[in-house]
């Protein structure tokens, strides 16, 4: 039980985790899932490609095919709304953390 409420509340700092990454550079999913393996969220593509085709369907995030070594490659950047949200969420998460932190 612990571990599915756990799940649902990483999600949102897995999203605002690609939001970073992708307003600094075009992010692909395999570079993605290695960086968020890095912060300890172990998922697997099955979850993180349906997050960044969210992202892209809600706005947030805009795709570009690149042919890399003769495969087809996406790249996700953040889109204005996007770059918007992650500041929104920036302040909210600085807000908790604060009120959290002891």
Request: charged share 30%; glycine share 6%; aromatic share 10%.
């Amino acid at each position: 039980m612990e571990d599915k409420i756990l799940r649902k509340l990483f999600l949102g700092f897995i999203q605002i985790h690609i939001l970073h990454h992708a307003k600094e550079h075009p992010i692909f999913g395999a570079w993605m899932l290695e960086e968020l393996r890095e912060h300890g969220y172990v998922i697997s593509s099955g979850t993180l490609y349906p997050i960044l085709h969210s992202m892209e369907s809600d706005g947030l995030l805009e795709k570009e095919e690149k042919n890399v070594e003769g495969k087809i490659r996406k790249y996700y950047t953040t889109t204005d709304k996007g770059n918007s949200v992650l500041i929104e969420a920036r302040n909210k998460a600085y807000e908790l953390f604060k009120e959290i932190k002891d």
